[in-house]
């Protein structure tokens, strides 16, 4: 995603001279399209009437309509983008419909080579109101995303390449609700930029991303919207005793961090949330190597904190009325001389064994230490930790949703609302005591793996064990941080999954207090 610039403006649509204005007619219960008053309309007529354009979802119309000397169009080209029968759409369905005719909007942009585009809101406006605009302009951001820092230059300048959208002019007509699109578009902006941060941190290779960089991406926000960034080094989890975390990094070259992250709300006495992503940035396995093929991916395995991390830039610019804290503990997992193998046992921060069964399963460890530090010292209302945990949940729930575990039915229904809003759908799992059983060690308090069987949900009552009596959710983002379920404003790899729910949460956190 580009710096793109997103203005307001009522001037008439048909004195846009950039590169491509853009329509969203829908249709009514009538079968009838609704698109407002347009620029072309006679050869969009003509469209409609050959049957060239219907209005349903997905279904598109380019024109060239510069050639009309007699009304003297501007802009070189007009595309049409049908919504189909939002009526019949709740308020999820429809935001989530706009976002992706805004990632349409951004592959015809892409494929034309159009960076200035016009939008008319009199549709949108009509059939979704502001939240509609907020939700396109979304989608656009999101759809309009690519990583090519490792690409040469001449690569960049190849013949037909795309930088991407530069500029969107969004004509309002003198709506009389302009403050408040201007509100929705800046919350998109917002939300979007964060989650294209994600993408970039989790398509960086493990090389390029360490757990240093999380420290000075953390200490850059921190300084840009004065919040308070402490970042722990080994010897400070030596001195906590974080044996999880410590071990995990015994066979990496790369020292670890805790990089922790805090925004206090300048209202007193508001509730707390605190935010703990997995920031595994490469997962060999260790000791217990993963398997060669795929294991290029496992440089995505720090997409749980790459979430958390960029949803605090959107909890720094809009200042809410509540605390929110991240942390991320950060490492690798190698198999160095130094690594810990399978029957190690290690002694995390509060004093809890755990037998390690498995290397491979190492994101628990690093979390669990984290959870049970962050709830100490911070003392939260709640917790919600994500992470790119287990295979398991891919098996479960596929690459369509986010599996999520808990102890608190009410943050659980919080934070399906926000993924619902937001297009990142969940599903809860059971975490019933029988589970728990299933990580019992015979020479250890617990043991790091309790075998294929519901692995999704041992590795849940894993984490369980060191969050008390707190309110608790954990998201398992395994099938849906990369590959996630195809939409028009995804790009293939890394999707930036949960960024938006988080943020979602934190900005509707009063409303459901």
Not at 41 to 52: K, L, R, T, W, Y
Not at 69 to 83: D, E, H, M, P, S
Request: hydrophobic share 35%; net charge positive.
């Amino acid at each position: 995603m580009t710096d793109t610039t997103i203005r307001l403006s009522r001037k008439k649509p048909e004195n846009f001279d950039g590169d491509m204005l853009i329509y969203t007619p829908f249709v009514n219960d009538k079968e009838k399209i609704i698109s407002g008053q347009i620029v072309a309309e006679q050869e969009f007529n003509d469209a409609v009437s050959i049957g060239d354009f219907d209005g349903k979802y997905g279904d598109t119309l380019l024109l060239y309509p510069a050639g009309n000397v007699k009304k003297k169009i501007a802009v070189r080209r007009v595309f049409f983008a049908g919504l189909g029968n939002v009526e019949k759409k709740n308020d999820n369905e429809t935001r989530e419909l706009l976002r992706k005719t805004g990632g349409l909007i951004a592959k015809e942009a892409g494929a034309t080579k159009s960076t200035q585009l016009g939008i008319c809101l009199e549709s949108i406006l009509s059939c979704a109101g502001e939240a509609g605009v907020e939700s396109l302009v979304e989608g656009i951001l999101l759809g309009d995303y690519r990583f090519v820092k490792y690409k040469s230059k001449s690569k960049k300048k190849e013949k037909g390449s795309f930088t991407g959208i530069k500029e969107i002019v969004i004509f309002s007509s003198g709506s009389k609700s302009n403050r408040k699109i201007l509100k929705g578009i800046k919350r998109a902006v917002n939300s979007a930029t964060a989650a294209c941060k994600a993408r970039d941190m989790a398509n960086e290779p493990g090389n390029g991303w360490t757990p240093t960089s999380f420290a000075v991406y953390a200490r850059s926000l921190a300084g840009k919207y004065k919040m308070t960034c402490t970042v722990l080094g080994k010897g400070d989890m030596k001195r906590l005793k974080m044996g999880g975390l410590l071990g995990v990094n015994q066979g990496s070259s790369e020292p670890p961090k805790l990089v922790i992250l805090e925004y206090k709300s300048p209202k007193k006495e508001a509730d707390t949330i605190l935010f703990v992503g997995k920031g595994l940035t490469f997962d060999s396995g260790g000791v217990s190597l993963k398997p060669s093929a795929g294991m290029q991916d496992m440089k995505y395995d720090m997409c749980g904190g790459a979430a958390a991390l960029s949803a605090m830039s959107v909890v720094g610019a809009e200042q809410p009325d509540v605390n929110v804290i991240a942390i991320i503990p950060a490492t690798d997992n190698m198999g160095g001389s130094s690594a810990l193998k399978p029957g190690d046992i290690i002694k995390h921060y509060g004093g809890i064994t755990s037998e390690i069964v498995n290397t491979d399963a190492e994101g628990r460890l690093i979390l669990a230490d984290s959870l049970a530090y962050g709830i100490k010292r911070y003392k939260p209302t709640c917790v919600v930790d994500l992470a790119t945990l287990t295979g398991a949940v891919i098996l479960g729930l596929g690459h369509h949703r986010t599996g999520l575990l808990g102890n608190s039915q009410e943050l659980i229904d919080r934070i399906v609302r926000a993924g619902d809003k937001s297009g990142e759908p969940l599903w809860q799992l059971p975490l019933d005591e029988e589970y728990t059983e299933q990580i019992e060690s015979d020479v250890a308090d617990i043991k790091n793996s309790g075998g294929r069987p519901a692995g999704t949900i041992t590795a849940a009552a894993y984490l369980q064990k060191f969050v008390g009596k707190i309110p608790w959710v954990h998201l398992d983002i395994a099938g849906t941080a990369w590959d996630f379920t195809k939409k028009s404003y995804i790009p293939k790899g890394p999707s930036g999954i949960a960024v938006r729910t988080l943020v979602e949460l934190v900005r509707d956190w009063k409303k459901f207090s």
